[in-house]
């Protein structure tokens, strides 16, 4: 089973980017015949090309994408059956307040979570309060929510999509 993760960032990840990043390569390392794949650095045509390629192939389809860099490539649409995808956030400062950001900025960053929620299906929260507003802000079932704190259940959550690909041949 593969796991890919994309660490595209752009720069050097801060804390709660590296504390995500660790939570999810323990995850992956105690469960059994898991194979981790990790993408650093600047997102490329190529990089993107063969994520599509390795996520549309049923039998070599990676089990989970998850992005560190809270955003999907564009144009993603993996065959939903076979890959699911979870997206890192780290805070959503520009819905509750309204300082430091444009008029501009907000609307196209609440665009790309709303997109998020329609392609997500599981958010991995940087905190309690970042699950909390997803929640409130967005809609989004508790139950697609894992707190970073928690590593029981990401380890839960990925135990569980390994189980239920490995039932589905």
Not at 162 to 168: D, F, H, T, V
């Amino acid at each position: 089973m593969k796991i890919l993760v994309d660490n595209t960032i752009g720069h050097e990840p801060d804390k709660k980017a590296a504390f995500v990043m660790d939570l999810v390569t323990d995850a992956a390392a105690g469960i059994p015949g898991v194979c981790l794949v990790v993408h650093d650095g600047k997102r490329s045509m190529h990089a993107v090309r063969a994520f599509r390629s390795e996520s549309n192939g049923r039998n070599g389809a990676p089990a989970l994408f998850v992005s560190i860099s809270g955003v999907l490539p564009l144009f993603w649409h993996p065959d939903r059956q076979f890959t699911k995808t979870a997206v890192a956030v780290y805070s959503l400062d520009f819905v509750s307040s309204l300082r430091g950001y444009t008029w501009l900025q907000r609307h196209l960053l609440n665009l790309r979570y709303h997109r998020l929620r329609r392609l997500a299906d599981y958010f991995i929260a940087a905190d309690r309060h970042v699950a909390d507003d997803l929640h409130k802000y967005y809609f989004i079932p508790r139950d697609r929510i894992i707190d970073a704190g928690d590593s029981a259940g990401m380890a839960d959550m990925l135990s569980g999509i390994i189980r239920c690909r490995q039932s589905r041949g």
